[in-house]
């Protein structure tokens, strides 16, 4: 069966993770009572894998996707017309690899201390295609967080004797005390290159956009009465190879400001009273981009690239390919680089996260 022409539809894909949340993903999902537990992630049109030690045999992390009513595996979709969903350009320099992995994360608590390799730490060192540069585009703040922020960077850092005598001994005041802890609030973006160190606060719901990996250093040993197995900390390896990772470049609250926290750049008019902005463009990362267009009348859009459409705002009906599809906050779908013009209809209002793989 063809699949052209269609726009795929994206059921809930909720994978385990080593820390509490996903009360806000439950409501989302229409799922009652809504409640926190070890399910705080939506992994979103996914073709990765996910690392979780002692659940190897549970293949978590890949989507399945819906479209002209069948479900099927997203790799297999887009396997199967490499061309159509991906784009002829994509398909030439990646493969069926969409360099993508998008996620809506909800921790109730804040998560452990981490890090991520670069993707030339990755190739060169882990034999991964990817490492994981990330980004966060915070949805909503849960009421009773009364200080939503994240932390990231060192603003002070240590010498890296100093930085594994903290980690061995699970100095963690001092190592909060070395980084910035950032203020969130809604409609915020922010960019975590990769190698360094950071962690979400407790409370917000977010689109993390990521290059697709599941790589990660966890060098804080015990979050929210859990105590991580040593297989989940140091991917396997030692804790002095792991040093490596770490960016202990000075990261200043200024640098934070100038690097980190990605503002809207005008892009383009999309019709009366409507328009596109970057948040993530190739100047900031090469590892995706990130788009956001505010509607508030009708209009029609057409990228011409595989991307993830995220209503993060009001709500809209989309048509395409003769479907006609209404969308409401956190609802998202898939829309393939040959979908071809797709029209909105904001009701009335509508602000919607565009998020595309890395341009060939």
Not at 36 to 52: F, I, K, L
Not at 107 to 124: C, E, G, K, W
Not at 167 to 173: C, K, S
Not at 210 to 239: K, N, T
């Amino acid at each position: 069966m063809s699949h052209r022409g269609k726009i795929v539809q994206l059921p809930p894909n909720r994978v385990w993770r080593t820390y509490d949340g996903g009360r806000c993903l439950d409501e989302l999902a229409g799922i009652a009572p809504a409640a926190d537990g070890p399910m705080p992630e939506d992994w979103v049109a996914s073709t990765t894998r996910a690392t979780n030690p002692g659940r190897e045999t549970m293949n978590e992390g890949p989507s399945h996707v819906v479209i002209a009513g069948e479900t099927l595996p997203l790799l297999e979709l887009l396997e199967n017309d490499p061309d159509y969903f991906l784009g002829a350009s994509h398909l030439k320099r990646f493969g069926t690899d969409p360099r993508m992995l998008v996620k809506l994360l909800d921790p109730s608590i804040r998560l452990h201390l981490q890090v991520h390799p670069t993707a030339d730490f990755a190739q060169r060192h882990l034999q991964a295609a990817s490492g994981k540069t990330e980004a966060y585009h915070i949805l909503s703040v849960r009421p009773e967080t009364a200080d939503p922020a994240i932390y990231l960077g060192f603003h002070t850092p240590p010498k890296k004797s100093v930085l594994k005598d903290w980690i061995e001994t699970q100095n963690i005041p001092e190592l909060l005390a070395a980084m910035n802890r950032v203020p969130v609030k809604s409609g915020d973006t922010l960019l975590v290159p990769g190698g360094v160190p950071h962690a979400l606060g407790e409370g917000l719901l977010l689109v993390e956009i990521q290059e697709p990996s599941d790589l990660v250093v966890r060098f804080e040993f015990s979050r929210g009465g859990r105590i991580l197995p040593e297989s989940a900390r140091f991917m396997g390896r030692s804790l002095d190879f792991c040093l490596e990772i770490f960016d202990l470049s000075a990261w200043t609250p200024e640098r934070v400001q100038r690097e980190a926290c990605c503002r809207p750049v005008f892009r383009r008019e999309i019709g009366p009273g409507s328009r596109q902005n970057d948040l993530i463009g190739p100047t900031q990362t090469p590892c995706f981009n990130v788009r956001q267009s505010r509607l508030t009348q009708p209009c029609v859009k057409n990228e011409r690239s595989l991307h993830l459409l995220f209503v993060t705002a009001g709500s809209c009906v989309l048509e395409a390919g003769g479907e006609r599809l209404s969308l409401q906050f956190g609802q998202k779908v898939l829309l393939p680089s040959g979908l071809g013009p797709v029209a909105f209809t904001p009701t009335p209002t509508c602000t919607l996260l565009e998020c595309h793989p890395p341009h060939p």
